[in-house]
């Protein structure tokens, strides 16, 4: 019956991509590309993975489509023509699904026990983790502790990912208003005239955020982590920009404070790493930090998930403030 | 006690997905934005009290009837919420609450 | 037992996704787009039991903290556009 379920998400999810590709109109495209991402978190959850349908939620349905929207309203709104006659990319195009459909072909049918994962990796995974580090959620021990280098990577990327936008948005350019007119014309960005949305909106936030600390610290057992958090603390502040105004938000945590938030959680990634140098085990190897092995996982893995979170509530927060702030672009 | 709480939840549970899928018809088949707006709203609350109050009968007394009932609540506060402010927005582009009439606004799209 | 309200709520999001498909103005579709969004809510409470797996739930409300906001995004933008497109009007005509 499951199966039934994935199948018509799936469908779903590809009437919605086809959509999203034939639409001149990109206000439209970013609006199906928010449930483009729920459907694909609704059939994470049918496949049992819960943490990525978490950050999937919480980074695509949300964060993705305000950073869209502001991207919209500095460029324009539809789409430039298309180029008639590519025939090279079409030819490309399907040869390269050819190539990736016939590659399936040998893989091991969906759910199949004897497949060479769940014989070798996954029960290693299950075996160890309550041995060596004693989380009850194993994707936030492979997550923090067996894979750390590749956390340690993806924290790094959103960092750069960071850097990169606000060097693009402070690079000098011509005539066009650097900041957003505000009272002048009586536009300022945020619902302050709407009462409602600005009640409910200011109740809201402190739950919010709230929620977003119980994410990133419940992570060991259950669906959560640093990755989640972070994008839940950066909604929370959105929501506030939006009902408030960003002038308010920026009163509330300042822009060098987001860049202190970006640069303090990879740094505190870093140096858990380097401490755990100094104590003479290897680098990322957690066990070192305390006297029980066990109990320096649990630090090691309380405080990579803290830097996770600090980086993407950072990130998520300036890159929205950088377009929030311009009127053009 | 048990086979009561089950016939609860299940008239509950489907009485909940006939309301939402009521709903789901008529934000396809109503003629303008308000009318849909009305119909999606029957699926927010009628469809999402039954259903949720539903599972939470299925749950008992722990931990996730607690989680359960913040969804809810969390629920009956944003869903008015949204409405009011797309019905805001809306009249602002200037659509007009005329059913039975193509939608004639600035914002066609 | 939770079947019912799985297809159920299935076919509203498929209904839901017709009307984002086809709604002449876009309103409708923002309108969808919040339904949906708390459909998916609805749909990952009852996948939860239907698991077993009740720590699932952070998502459901995760996922209506995000459609909220989502929603409010959109609105927003649209009142910035048009306030902009006033001042652009005013402008010119000054």
Known sequence: ?329 | MQTVLDIMSWILLTAGGGFVLVGGIGALRMPNLYTRMHAASVTDTMGAVLVLSGIMLQAGLSLATIKIAAILLFLLFTSPTSSYALASAAMLAGIKPDAGRAADCEDAS | MYYVVTIATLITMALALVRALLGPTVYDRVLSVNMFGTKTVLLIAVIAFLAGRPDFLDLALAYALINFIGVLAVLEFFKSRAARRAAERAGDDA
Do not use: C
């Not at chain 1, 460029?75 to 190539?99: F, G, Q």
């Not at chain 1, 072909?105 to 969906?110: G, L, M, S, V």
């Not at chain 1, 945590?253 to 740094?267: E, K, Q, R």
């Not at chain 1, 930090?289 to 996770?308: C, F, N, R, Y």
């Open chain 1, 1 to 329: 019956m499951t199966v039934v379920f994935g199948i018509f998400l799936l469908t779903l999810l590809v009437i919605t991509a086809v959509a999203v590709v034939r639409t001149r109109n990109l206000f439209v495209a970013v609006m199906l590309l928010g449930i483009f991402s729920l459907l694909i978190a609704a059939n994470f959850l049918l496949l049992d993975a819960a943490d990525v349908a978490l950050t999937e939620a919480a980074v695509g349905a949300g964060i993705s489509t305000v950073l869209f929207l502001g991207a919209l309203a500095l460029t324009s709104e539809t789409e430039h023509a298309a180029t008639p006659h590519r025939w090279l990319s079409l030819i490309v195009v399907v040869s390269a699904t050819l190539v990736v459909l016939y590659a399936t072909f040998d893989k091991p049918t969906f759910g199949d026990p004897e497949a060479p994962i769940q014989q070798h990796v996954a029960p290693w995974y299950l075996e160890k983790t309550p041995e060596y580090i004693d989380v009850p959620n194993v994707v936030t021990a492979v997550l923090a502790s067996f894979r750390g280098y590749d956390t340690l990577g993806e924290v790094f990327v959103v960092f750069t990912a960071g850097i990169g936008v606000l060097f693009l948005f402070s690079a000098p350019h011509g005539h066009a208003a650097r900041r957003r007119p505000g009272a002048r014309d009586g536009s300022s960005i945020g619902l302050r005239d709407d009462l409602i949305p600005r009640v409910v909106g200011r109740l809201l936030v402190p739950f919010i955020l709230l929620f977003g600390l119980y994410v990133q610290f419940h992570g060991d057992y259950g669906p959560g982590g640093g990755f989640q958090a972070g994008a839940l603390v950066a909604a929370a502040f959105i929501l506030y920009a939006l009902v408030e105004g960003e002038d308010r938000t920026l009163q509330a945590l300042p822009f060098n404070a987001l860049l202190a938030l970006m640069v303090s959680g990879a740094l505190l990634y870093g140096l858990v790493g380097v401490a755990s140098i100094f104590l003479g085990g290897n680098f990322l190897d957690y066990s070192v930090l305390s006297e029980d092995p066990v109990a320096g996982q649990h630090l090691g893995i309380l405080l990579i998930e803290a830097g996770v979170g600090l980086t993407v509530t950072g990130v998520l927060l300036s890159i929205f403030h950088a377009f929030a702030a311009r009127d053009r672009f």
